[in-house]
């Protein structure tokens, strides 16, 4: 069986088991919900974790949320596209594998956008998807955004030479996505995109030298320090943003009491992620001792030519191609800029 053929069959079964939940339910009625994931059980998963532990709880063991890792139901890339025809209620979307479905994402995937930290971070990913030209984007696919997959901000780890300097990133080949791969072409890096799951492989046979990925958790849960020989420590380059998001049509037809059941989980499902990347870390450093990787500390001198040379750079240039395609791209850096700029408290 071909991949597009397979792909249609898990949409179809998918989309079977969607219009289960579109029928209005009492609150005592049962409901299952199907979840799709990408990568492993992990820090970022904690979330969807909590979350489905939560409405079972909670309702009784009336409302269950089944969670598919994996990608177990299609790809990545394509999650969007199970959401528009109920293949699944709820899925881990990483926007910037298929950026051209939902343009308006792309502002939060900038390099060093000014966000000092993950309460901060909830805080103005969460007030920008509230947005009505990002809400609106995602109605086209039949998706609304309940929640931001907080993430630490990403690092490099690599095999080769140790880019010490700047003028060592020239020429070498990154997995860098959406804002922050541009960022990285303008210190001579060639990027290339490439979904977390395929990143082991790829580093493994040297498809390219270095991996960026949220620090430190995603690079223990995908393995990667264990075909590395160094990492970055102070780059902060930024994060390529993930969201919980929902169908439409399963949210509307799911029972207020459920609804609520999911809302008012949120609070405690961003403590409980925060705190997981605490114990990641804790976990993470002594493999990375292990292993002997050499750890490459970006001075914050250097962080400063960073910036200058590849972080507005790269903002202005998403404007302008934004503006191009009729959206407004101008408002929407001034949204996330000014969002920064209001109290997390």
């Given at each position: 069986m071909n991949r597009v053929t397979k792909r249609a069959l898990l949409l179809s079964i998918g989309l079977g088991f969607g219009l289960s939940t579109t029928v209005p339910a009492n609150a005592a009625d049962k409901v299952t919900w199907t979840w799709s994931l990408y990568g492993p059980p992990r820090a970022a998963t904690v979330t969807f974790e909590y979350l489905a532990k939560v409405a079972k709880e909670k309702s009784g063991g009336n409302f269950i949320i089944n969670l598919r890792y994996n990608e177990q139901l299609g790809e990545a890339k394509d999650f969007l596209d199970g959401i528009?025809?109920?293949?699944?209620?709820?899925?881990?979307v990483a926007y910037s594998y298929a950026p051209a479905k939902t343009p308006l994402q792309g502002v939060l995937d900038m390099p060093f956008l000014p966000i000092p930290d993950l309460v901060a971070q909830a805080k103005v990913l969460d007030a920008y998807q509230a947005w009505k030209p990002v809400?609106?984007?995602?109605?086209k696919w039949n998706a609304m955004h309940f929640m931001t997959l907080l993430l630490p901000q990403y690092e490099f780890m690599g095999t080769g030479k140790p880019p010490r300097n700047l003028e060592d990133w020239k020429g070498m080949r990154v997995?860098?996505?959406?804002g922050l791969g541009e960022a990285m072409k303008l210190l001579g890096a060639v990027p290339t995109s490439v979904s977390a799951p395929e990143v082991y492989t790829a580093l493994e046979r040297g498809t390219f030298q270095a991996a960026s990925f949220p620090f430190t958790?995603?690079?223990t849960a995908y393995k990667l320090h264990e075909v590395s020989k160094w990492y970055t420590v102070g780059m902060n380059l930024g994060i390529i943003h993930n969201s919980v998001v929902l169908s439409q049509?399963?949210?509307k037809a799911l029972p207020d009491e459920y609804k609520k059941i999911l809302e008012d989980a949120r609070?405690?499902?961003?403590?409980?992620?925060?705190?997981?990347?605490?114990?990641?870390d804790k976990k993470s450093f002594p493999l990375f001792e292990k292993r002997k990787l050499e750890v490459i500390k970006v001075s914050p001198e250097m962080r400063d030519k960073l910036?200058?040379?590849?972080?507005?750079?790269?903002?202005?240039?998403?404007?302008?191609?934004?503006?191009?395609?009729?959206?407004?791209?101008?408002?929407?850096?001034?949204?996330?800029?000014?969002?920064t700029k209001q109290p997390t408290n």
């Open positions: 528009k025809v109920d293949s699944f209620q709820g899925a881990f809400s609106d984007e995602l109605s997995r860098a996505l959406g958790y995603s690079f049509t399963a949210w609070p405690e499902a961003y403590r409980l992620q925060r705190e997981a990347y605490e114990e990641a910036i200058a040379t590849a972080g507005r750079p790269v903002w202005d240039q998403w404007v302008a191609d934004t503006e191009k395609k009729g959206l407004p791209g101008k408002e929407a850096l001034e949204k996330v800029i000014a969002l």
